[in-house]
């Protein structure tokens, strides 16, 4: 039988699945037919970004989620980029799948509210964001001197310093290791690039 055929029925199978709103078993099927068959791979993630978005939906996730955006202080020009690749995806025109027209409306949405800025600051206000700190530019490390090694106990002592094992987490706590809802953001973006 061809990867064709395969395929087509695996299109078919995972159809089955969103149509009974099975969005995570459409996600699977996919996913495994585009293991099968690599070549076949454009056609099947423009499957897998209809469904995503319609389990990303189903899951509350915010706007900024289904778009596949990390952070709530995004620039305007990183929302719109995202959106262009989001909506050429699940285009109806583009994508044969039962779920594209669906998910086309929710991107859509989520880029109108995200790119009025008036709206936007509704919007987070209405989910409790605050807009995250930008992340500082690295400066460039000045050349340092090189230390010369001192001969043992030429020193201070150490001794007063408090040393040995440090206690606590380190700020990681809850889910694995994780503070705050990191854990949630790691698990949004990994659903966009990895196995479920």
């Given at each position: 039988m061809s990867d064709t055929c395969t395929f087509?029925?695996?299109?078919?199978?995972?159809?089955?699945?969103?149509?009974?709103?099975?969005f995570t078993n459409a996600i699977r099927a996919m996913k495994a037919a585009k293991k099968r068959s690599p070549e076949l791979s454009p056609a099947a993630d423009r499957y897998l970004a209809a469904y995503k978005v319609h389990y990303a939906v189903r899951a509350e996730a915010s706007?900024?989620?289904?778009?596949?955006?990390?952070?709530?202080?995004?620039?305007?020009?990183?929302i719109k980029k995202q959106y262009k690749?989001?909506?050429?995806?699940?285009?109806?025109?583009?994508?044969?799948?039962?779920?594209?027209e669906g998910a086309f409306k929710y991107v859509s949405n989520a880029y109108e509210v995200l790119s009025d800025e008036a709206k936007r600051q509704a919007y987070n206000r209405?989910?409790?964001?605050?807009a995250r700190p930008s992340k500082p530019k690295k400066q460039p490390k000045a050349p340092q001197a090189k230390k010369e090694r001192q001969p043992a106990g030429s020193g201070p002592s150490h001794s007063s310093q408090g040393g040995g094992k440090r206690r606590g987490g380190g700020g990681q706590t809850g889910r694995g290791g994780y503070s705050g809802w990191a854990w949630w953001d790691d698990r949004w973006h990994s659903m966009w690039s990895s196995d479920f």
């Open positions: 087509e029925r695996s299109v078919e199978t995972s159809e089955s699945y969103f149509k009974l709103n099975q706007w900024y989620k289904l778009l596949g955006i990390e952070y709530t202080n995004a620039s305007p020009d990183d690749k989001m909506a050429l995806a699940l285009h109806p025109d583009k994508n044969g799948s039962a779920a594209a209405q989910m409790g964001f605050r």
